[in-house]
């Protein structure tokens, strides 16, 4: 199977860059096609839309043993968000389409609508399209979100520099540790649907997981201080990779400082449970959903003590390469261990 | 299993209706949401965006048997183009996103690459963002099309007069027919493998079946002739079903003659091969792609004798109903048969 060993070595990134590689833009309004966490188009001389889709797929994305359906479709909404956030942009519209078997009664479909629905009150955004259909299995989302920004505001993944200070919002791993409590008592369930499942204690982390939030707060925290970040990605496969994408996308190298990342109380007690590193949950967990930005150091002043910001390192040269520090001081190559789900 | 009797009563344009029901919208940018072929989103006081969505899930929208995969490529973008054309506006970028089974190899993604590729090329849109990732089963497309138009060249379902004229572009009925054709020596082949599928004398239809094109060119033809169109609709689920859209949205009534109805040769031998009416197969076949739209009387002579428009009958008042008249000059009430792919 020559064929699938290509697949899986190219893995989702390479996948798509190995497949757009032919394809070149030709319509002047188009300012950013692949590449970035969403497309920008270009509105009028200071405006400008950003464009983003994602497609989640039962068994791969969500397991509906133990995601509510009204939590699947908060959370479908708040993962195209967060791009749009890590646009600096202010998400105004979404599509979303499904596809479900026969299977999915009409209530339970409902019960999804219910969540986009809290999700587009509580961010604002108004549901425009979409289209429905039945699939042979299983249930597929896929939702695109559309955004505005001003065109000075735009942030891409490629604008950092070296010395730029290295910011990340919230706190990092929980929604990583909530997933592992949450198989792990959907396989105790499987061993024995008598035990109750014991979730006490995991609320934080196991809504992190359930239930992300986009940071839209935290863009119009940055517009209020007035920073505009040099670069920007939001935390969906996990730290190291988002840094590893803006310092390849920026040609810069880094520093990061494990005990500079944020880490929540219940996570590293979590991650203690499972006999894992909170630093590693916070590293190559993903599915935060937290935005990571750069920031020139004349700016630090604005964000200094900012409870919603933490400053984690910054930004090296490119051939001193990217680097984690950790608690002795070691540098250790930060290498992007998040999900590869053509890998496996 | 009521709640499955629910789902097959509501019908896909009743579950959208139905789900959409509590979602109002609130940006002002918002100029329409759902209920139309695209959205319409204000970007500047004379310009919109028009955005809309499809999903192709196979089995239910393609069979792989008899679809090559670049065809499918092609028809996936083309489908969703014409929604943008159906608002008479012309479409600039696209979003894919995929879903896969590892039964695919790198190759046959590929191959359906290069019928996006070949789909942007023609029509001259970008190719701007997407999603790729693995499914349980079979293949899922779902793209997003972006189309710009002045706005007050927007043309919606909804504003059809009584006495404007029906018009259609290109001729109907025909990828119906090369789907029952196509169906057909699918059948022959699985009873016995040996016999070569006999599709000769059939390639136009089976060409309108497997690769479509969406109407740009219509769109650019009433620019230049200074017509804008009053309602406008692109017909993916049959002629009939198009005009009842049309006529709900614009609270009319309708006659349209059979004789009038744009039949080509080849599709009326297949029809007629078949044992079916070539006009049900217009009216109810669906997958055309052409544009049905509506003009004022005051521009007949502007398109009389265009050899791309065909005037099928014209608008009458609400109260009036909406008719088939028939060769004989029967009246037969316009019924949707389209195809609903929640019944069965």
């Known amino acids: 199977m020559s064929e699938q060993k290509d697949l899986n070595q190219l893995g989702e990134f390479g996948l798509i860059d190995h497949l757009s590689n032919e394809f070149t833009t030709i319509h002047p309004s188009t300012i950013k096609g692949i590449g970035d966490d969403a497309a920008v188009i270009s509105v009028s001389e200071t405006e400008a839309m950003v464009v983003s889709t994602d497609m989640l797929v039962e068994g791969i994305h969500f397991n509906l043993m133990y995601t509510p359906l009204m939590h699947l479709g908060y959370k479908s909404v708040v993962v195209n968000l967060s791009d ?4 600096n942009a202010k998400p105004e519209q979404i599509t979303v389409s499904l596809a ?12 999804l609508y219910k969540g986009i629905k809290a999700a587009c009150d ?38 950092a520099n070296e010395y730029d200070l290295l910011v990340v919002s919230g706190d990092l791993g929980a929604a990583y540790m909530g997933l592992q409590v949450l198989e792990r008592e959907k396989e105790v369930f499987k061993a024995n649907p008598d035990i109750q499942p014991d979730l006490e204690g995991f609320d934080y982390i196991i809504k992190r997981q359930l239930k992300p939030e986009a940071r839209k707060d935290i863009v119009e925290f940055l517009a209020e201080l007035e920073v505009v970040p040099t670069a920007m990605i939001d935390i969906s496969d996990g730290l190291a990779s988002e840094i590893l994408h803006i310092c390849k996308s920026s040609k810069v190298g880094c520093h990061i400082y494990d005990e500079k990342i944020p880490i929540d109380g219940a996570t590293s007690l979590a991650a203690i449970d499972f006999n894992l590193d909170p630093a590693t949950c916070a590293l190559n967990g993903g599915e935060d959903y937290e935005l990571l930005f750069t920031v020139k150091q004349s700016d630090y002043e604005k964000i200094k003590g ?15 390469g990217c680097y984690f520090i950790d608690k002795n001081g070691s540098a250790i190559t930060l290498k992007a261990q998040g999900w590869n789900h053509f890998g496996q």
């Open 84 to 87: 749009i956030c890590a646009m």
């Open 100 to 111: 479900f078997s026969s299977k999915f009664p009409l209530e339970a479909i409902e019960e």
């Open 306 to 320: 900012n409870p919603h910001m933490t400053v984690i390192g910054h930004m090296t040269n490119e051939n001193d």
């Open 122 to 159: 509580v961010y604002k955004v108004d549901l425009v399209g979409g289209d429905t259909s039945t699939s042979y299995s299983g249930l597929t989302i896929s939702i695109t979100a559309i955004g505005r920004v001003q065109k000075d505001k735009i942030t891409y993944r490629s604008g």
